[in-house]
């Protein structure tokens, strides 16, 4: 069973969008029920279904075929296989959902699927009667409103950078009117729950709103070691990272595992003629090479500055590594592919929760080979370290191996006898990192103890050190 937090209010309270920036923070799956109801009521409104027939509206349901979905990191509504994210967003199509939602076969036909999310997911849910009727025993409930103007000007302004020329007057009315119909509809009407904290975010912009409701949440949910334990429990088994996934839990590398020794004279030999190629190239530094181990498991964790990375990381280091690439890299030219496989890596599907990747990760670390990770996911421009994310907890809490921290220095660009400083930090055994579950929080923690490590070795007086717990 996930955390769950439910946020209710009227159209236009901004719940979506704040929903969004939330459970982006938190890490969590951000379920949009409103964009459901509203995916109904444009297939009934381009079927030509009245929608004030419920009996119509009732038959035309199982011809329905709907689904949430992550594409390029940002969930979508597929619609009989359309992608009808953005058709959903007219205020005809608000009205609609407004009329389909009192519906009692429709909330029946939806119901299903929200519940089956919110078991298996850490989840942000918000919608009208997300706290009263969807999810009755939410860890967290929030109702979130705004002045009916203020929500109008806010729609009003939305609808205009979309081209929409609808007026303030008419927008206001639908607001108002969307408004009655919410509250005075026999079926789950909107209304805050007894147990829900109200927020109201009229004379707040959007950020001091996502602020305020963040700070909510932590507060509610009293982030404390007296919590782990029962977080502990409820997520044992499973990590929710905003994927619909399953993970495994711990289980602990074998280490002590060597790879073949005709292997590992291949390596070595192919690993001094680059370190000389790259010698001429690049006016190279290596610091801390006494923190690498002569054995191979291990985890190495470093900030992303180009894409000589895995290639400078691996230069000083005696055993083989295995790094996650993102499958378009392996789409390029035959030559660069096979080059890049030969070099350890293998393929991530970014943004879709490829499981796959912690199985691939165990395997080659049992195999004895050591395992790069880049846990900010993309290069930095400027060199300054980015938040990172908790695949590499995640795959260090499972495994049980020591994380490597490392550094990769220089100014602007790679270029020719550009001077580079690549440091190795010392590693950090699983007992450090204490490791003892691959909860959501716990892994979190952990992120934060290895992105600490990075910054030291990068960075020395950086303001992203203040903002890890963000």
Not at 67 to 73: E, K, P, Q, S, W
Not at 87 to 92: A, N, Q
Not at 228 to 237: F, L
Request: with cysteine; glycine share 6%.
């Amino acid at each position: 069973m996930g955390i769950n937090i439910a946020l209710d209010g009227p159209s236009g309270a901004g719940k979506s969008t704040i929903a969004k920036a939330v459970a982006k923070r938190l890490e969590y799956v951000y379920v949009d029920t409103g964009a459901l109801y509203r995916s109904i009521a444009l297939y009934m409104s381009e079927h030509k279904v009245n929608t004030d027939n419920a009996g119509d509206v009732k038959s035309n349901l199982n011809d329905i075929e709907l689904r949430l979905a992550y594409i390029d990191g940002s969930q979508r509504v597929l619609l009989c296989g359309e992608d009808v994210s953005d058709k959903i967003r007219t205020p005809e199509i608000s009205m609609g959902a407004s009329k389909v939602s009192a519906i009692p076969a429709v909330r029946e036909f939806l119901f299903d699927l929200q519940q089956n999310i919110a078991k298996e997911n850490n989840i942000i849910m918000d919608g009208r009667d997300i706290g009263t009727v969807v999810l009755p025993n939410a860890d967290v409930k929030i109702f979130l409103t705004a002045s009916a103007e203020e929500r109008a000007a806010r729609r009003f302004k939305e609808l205009q950078e979309k081209g929409d020329k609808s007026t303030y007057d008419e927008v206001l009315a639908d607001i108002k009117q969307r408004d009655y119909n919410d509250m005075h509809r026999e079926i789950a009407p909107l209304k805050k729950a007894d147990d829900a904290i109200e927020i109201d975010t009229t004379s707040l912009n959007l950020d001091e709103s996502v602020e305020m409701i963040y700070n909510t949440i932590i507060e509610k949910l009293k982030i404390q070691k007296s919590d782990d334990k029962k977080n502990r429990d409820s997520s044992k088994g499973k990590y929710n990272s905003g994927f619909f996934r399953e993970m495994p839990a711990i289980s602990p590398v074998k280490r002590g595992n060597r790879l073949p020794f005709l292997n590992m004279l291949w390596y070595n030999f192919i690993r001094c003629l680059v370190l000389v190629v790259y010698r001429v190239f690049y006016n190279i530094k290596f610091e801390g090479k006494e923190n690498i181990p002569k054995d191979g498991s291990y985890i190495y964790a470093s900030n992303h500055r180009s894409y000589a990375d895995p290639v400078l990381i691996s230069l000083p280091v005696r055993v083989p590594f295995s790094f996650m690439a993102k499958e378009e890299l392996f789409k390029q030219n035959i030559f660069f592919t096979f080059l890049i496989k030969s070099l350890g890596a293998f393929p991530v599907t970014r943004g879709k929760g490829d499981t796959s990747v912690i199985d691939k990760s165990l395997e080659c670390l049992n195999k004895g080979r050591n395992l790069l990770i880049f846990p900010e996911g993309t290069r930095s421009k400027d060199g300054r370290v980015g938040k990172g994310k908790t695949g590499v907890a995640l795959v260090a809490a499972i495994a049980q191996v020591p994380v490597i921290p490392v550094g990769i220095v220089f100014d602007g660009k790679l270029k020719f006898r550009k001077k580079v400083v690549v440091k190795f930090g010392k590693a950090i055994s699983p007992e450090e990192l204490n490791i003892s579950c691959s909860n959501p929080r716990e892994l979190k923690k952990l992120r934060q103890t290895i992105m600490n490590e990075i910054v030291d070795l990068v960075e020395t007086d950086n303001p992203y050190l203040n903002n890890l717990d963000n």
